[in-house]
C-alpha cells in the first residue's frame, strides 16, 4: 500500500544538526514532488519545504531557509531534511507528504498533499 | 507570501448541525485551495483540493465552495467522526501556507 515513513526525530541542542528521512513504499517516488510540513507543540500545520520530483526546484519556508535543505534519492525511494543551526522554535513533529497534481474537470492543474507519513518528532532543547 | 485566515478559530456543534468555516486569502489564489481534516495524534487528511472538489473516500457530507480570495468548508450534518481540527492551504504559490486551524468540538 502506499505508504510514507518518517524517521531520524529526537531531542537535539541548539545550534546543533539533525537529518530527518522519509521511505516511500507503494507507489512511483520518482514521479513526485514531495514536501516537509511541521507542526509545534498545539498548534497549527507550517509548510517547510517542497522538493520536485527531480530534485529541480526546492522551495523554504522563510523561517527554516538557509539552515534547512531539503533533498531526495530516488534510486532510495527517500526524502531528506537536513537541519542546521537548530532552534528551539523548530521542535515539534514533521511530517512529509507527497504532492499530487489534480485536473478536476479539465479546469487546469491544482496540487494537493494527498498522502502524508505518521511525523517524526523533533525536540531542541538544551 | 499570502496569508491565510481562517474563522472561526474554535466551534462547538452538535451531531446533525450543519456548519460552515470560512477561509481568506489575502490575495487571489483562484481555486487554489484545499482542506484537510486532523484529529489529535494523527497526520492530516486531504479532504477537498481545487476548493471544491471532494477527494475519493470523504464522505459527501464535505463540501467546499469559493474563488479568489473567500473559501467556505461545509458539513452539512455532523457526525461523531467529524470532530476534529481543520485547516485550509492555499498551493497557488510558494510557501504553501496553511490558515491556522478550526477546532471543533461537540457540544
Known amino acids: 500500500q502506499v505508504q510514507l515513513v518518517e524517521s531520524g526525530g529526537g531531542v537535539v541542542q541548539p545550534g546543533r544538526s539533525l537529518r530527518l528521512s522519509c521511505a516511500a513504499s507503494?507507489?512511483?517516488?520518482?514521479?513526485?514532488?514531495m514536501h516537509w510540513v511541521r507542526q509545534a507543540p498545539g498548534k497549527g500545520l507550517e509548510w517547510v519545504a517542497v522538493?520536485?520530483?527531480?530534485?529541480?526546484?526546492?522551495y523554504y519556508a522563510d523561517s527554516v531557509e538557509g539552515r534547512f535543505t531539503i533533498s531526495r534519492d530516488n534510486s532510495k525511494n527517500t526524502l531528506y531534511l537536513e537541519m542546521n543551526s537548530l532552534r528551539v522554535e523548530d521542535t515539534g513533529v514533521y511530517y512529509c507528504a507527497r504532492h499530487d497534481i489534480f485536473a478536476p474537470h479539465g479546469s487546469g492543474n491544482y496540487m494537493a498533499m494527498n498522502v502524508w507519513g505518521q511525523g517524526t518528532t523533533v525536540t531542541v532543547s538544551s | 507570501d499570502i496569508q491565510m485566515t481562517q474563522s472561526p478559530s474554535s466551534l462547538s456543534a452538535s451531531v446533525g448541525d450543519r456548519l460552515t468555516i470560512t477561509c481568506r486569502a489575502s490575495?487571489?489564489?483562484?481555486?487554489?485551495l484545499n482542506w484537510y481534516q486532523q484529529k489529535p495524534g494523527k497526520a492530516p487528511k486531504l479532504l477537498i483540493y481545487a476548493a471544491s472538489s471532494l477527494q475519493s473516500g470523504v464522505p459527501s457530507r464535505f463540501s467546499g465552495s469559493g474563488s479568489g480570495t473567500d473559501f467556505t468548508l461545509t458539513i452539512s450534518s455532523l457526525q461523531p467522526e467529524d470532530f476534529a481540527t481543520y485547516y485550509c492551504?492555499?498551493?497557488?504559490?510558494?510557501?504553501?501556507?496553511f490558515g491556522q486551524g478550526t477546532k471543533l468540538e461537540i457540544k
Open positions: 492551504q492555499q498551493s497557488d504559490s510558494s510557501p504553501y501556507t
Open positions: 490575495q487571489s489564489i483562484s481555486s487554489s
Open positions: 522538493i520536485w520530483y527531480d530534485g529541480s526546484i526546492k
Open positions: 507503494g507507489f512511483s517516488f520518482r514521479n513526485y514532488g
